[in-house]
Structure formats: C-alpha cells, structure tokens
C-alpha cells in the first residue's frame, strides 16, 4: 500500500470534529538528508499542515534539512540542530572533536531553539565533547533536546543546572522514574515520542493519568520521524494523540497537545531566523 493510501485512510475514520480540531505541537520530527528525495519540502510541510500541526520541532542530520523546512514553512518549524553531520554517528560523537567545529560553526550561520536531539547516557555526558554543547547551549539560550537515561540528565544539569533539557522519549522509563527524575529537576521537560503503551486503543492508564495530573506542564507529543518512511506516519500520530488526549481534562489535554511546547519555546518568534 502506498503511504498516501494510508493517509487518506487515516482521513476516512478521523475522531469527532471537537478532538480533531485540537492544535498538536509535534516536539520530535527529524528530517535528515535521506527523506528528501522522496519528500521534498514542499510535500513535507504537506503533510505537517495535514496533520494539523501547529508548530513542529525539527532536526536533522546535516542541518541542511532543518533548514529548507524553516524556509519552506518558517510559522510552523522551530529549528533544532543535531550534532550529526550524517546518519550513523548517533553513537560516536560524543568522542568526536570534530562535532564541536561543526556545533560551532551552524551557530555562528543561523539560528536555532534547541540542540539535539542527541544520544547520550551515563558518564559519557561528562565527556568533553557533550560538555562543549551544553556550554554552547547555555551561551545561545538553547534547550537541549537530549535522548538520555536518567543518570545522563541529572549529569548534564550538573554541568548547567540552569539548562532547560527536553528528554525525548521521556527516557523510555516507567512513570514513576519519569516522576522521580521530573520532581528532582524543575526546567525538565518531556516528549512522549515513539512509545505508546500511554494511549494504546484511545486509552489512558492510571499511572499515566496520575503523571500528567502531577506534572501538567512538563509533556509534550511527538512523532519521532527517525527514519524517512516515519513521515507517512504524522497525520495518524496527530489522530492517536488527539484520541487518548481526549481522556483528559480539556485544559490538560491542550497543554500537553501544544501549550506546554509553546510555552517552552516561546523564546522562538517566527521571523526570527536569519
Ligand atoms: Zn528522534
């Protein structure tokens, strides 16, 4: 089946017009160098208007990515910058000297909201190429868009505990290590990318529930585009969002949907790139 014909599929069984009217922040999209010959820009943002996305944090391996979305669609792309130059590196720059060249030299071209999404765990934060980013992000006013365990978080505010960390995937733990790690950092923010178990068949679970509830202005949703196909999938994550959001509170359901991304990056005004 082609990935259109899953899209218009998608349309046809679409939540009533009250949920599917709700705004989604998309806080993990990724459109590195590989995903445009069969999506170039234009079709790209396509599919995020498509999705009824109101803005989407991107990033990209290369950055050249980011940067044709940004000017393809600049109201609705908050620029983030990878320290990957190219798919593959995700487990060797943190010893790779060159990365910091790189870091440095796109933040002296353009401007970003966030750097990452990287791959970081353990003592390897306190290395010293990660420790370079994390002082380039304090030195920008950059959020750090960081794919971690929790040792790896609690390192990195360590080293800034000024930094505002954005933690993909919420680390993959259970709710109640999210919680932990959320009590322990108050500029922690979380992204519920690429994992499911919060909203399988339209449904809330308890612990889930009670994790939102205590921490209403921490979450935010995203799609995690990390491979290109993963872009076919936007439209429909948007719906499976709004349906297990629609479980919550409206007032909540909103916040995590786009005002708590918003919030965050409210420091990035469209218009403002270079
Ligand atoms: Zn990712």
């Avoid at 999404?117 to 290395?127: C, R, T, V």
Wanted: with cysteine; net charge negative; charged share 25%.
């Amino acid at each position: 089946m082609r990935p259109w014909t899953a899209l218009v599929c998608v349309a046809l069984t679409a939540p009533s017009a009250a949920v599917a009217e709700l705004p989604i922040f998309d806080a993990h999209v990724h459109y590195s160098h590989d995903a445009w010959d069969n999506l170039p820009p234009p079709d790209a943002v396509a599919i995020l208007r498509q999705a009824g996305l109101k803005r989407a944090l991107v990033s990209s391996s290369g950055d050249a990515g980011t940067q044709r979305l940004l000017a393809e669609a600049p109201e609705l792309i908050v620029p983030s910058l990878r320290p990957y130059r190219s798919r593959g590196e995700l487990g060797s720059w943190m010893r790779d000297d060159s990365v910091i060249g790189f870091l440095e030299e796109r933040l002296k071209n353009a401007r970003y909201a966030a750097i990452g999404e990287f791959h970081l765990y353990g003592a390897d934060a306190d290395l010293a190429v990660p420790r370079r980013l994390v002082a380039l992000a304090r030195q920008y006013q950059l959020v750090l868009h960081a794919h971690s365990d929790a040792d790896a978080v609690d390192r990195l505010f360590q080293q800034d505990p000024q930094a505002r960390i954005l933690w993909a995937h919420s680390g993959f733990e259970r709710p109640e290590k999210v919680a932990e790690l959320l009590r322990r950092h108050k500029n922690l923010w979380a992204d519920l990318a690429f994992r499911s178990e919060h909203g399988s068949g339209g449904k809330l679970p308890p612990e889930w529930r009670a994790l939102f509830t205590e921490f209403p202005d921490r979450f935010m949703v995203g799609t995690d585009t990390f491979t290109p196909e993963r872009w076919f999938y936007i439209v429909e994550h948007a719906q499976w969002s709004r349906a297990w959001l629609a479980e919550l509170p409206t007032a909540l359901a909103e916040r995590i949907a786009w005002r708590n991304a918003e919030a965050l990056f409210s420091f990035w005004k469209v218009g403002s790139a270079q």
